[in-house]
């Protein structure tokens, strides 16, 4: 498990190391007053952020879509009880990541 969480955390390590932005990347000027270190690190939160929380949610339509199938392959007459339900847990993991979209917008703003 350990082995497979590192493999992982390379490969994304990785893909920030090589990712062309670093290459592109812009000192602030003069008339930033030297706020740049600050602005990038909210630009990074925000990304990092919405990307967890798109990862996060991912994982739970997954788990949850494949926890209501399986459900419903063991007891197909239980299909109408399992489906509003989990309609309704999508939509609130969906809110969730609605959430984290608009906090990353809030400290976009803040740049």
């Not at 600050?38 to 925000?46: D, N, S, V, Y």
Request: aromatic share 6%; glycine share 18%; with cysteine.
């Amino acid at each position: 498990m350990i082995g497979r969480l590192g493999k992982w955390l390379a490969m994304a390590a990785a893909m920030v190391v090589a990712s062309p932005l670093l290459a592109m990347a812009q000192t602030a000027g003069a008339a930033g007053g030297g706020d740049g270190l600050r602005a990038g690190l909210i630009g990074l939160g925000a990304g990092i952020g919405i990307g967890i929380a798109a990862l996060g949610c991912g994982m739970g339509q997954g788990k949850l879509a494949a926890s209501a199938m399986e459900s419903i392959g063991r007891n197909p007459n239980s299909a109408g009880q399992i489906f509003v339900p989990m309609i309704i847990g999508l939509a609130f993991i969906e809110a969730l990541t609605l959430y984290a979209l608009v906090i990353a917008f809030f400290l976009q703003a803040k740049i």
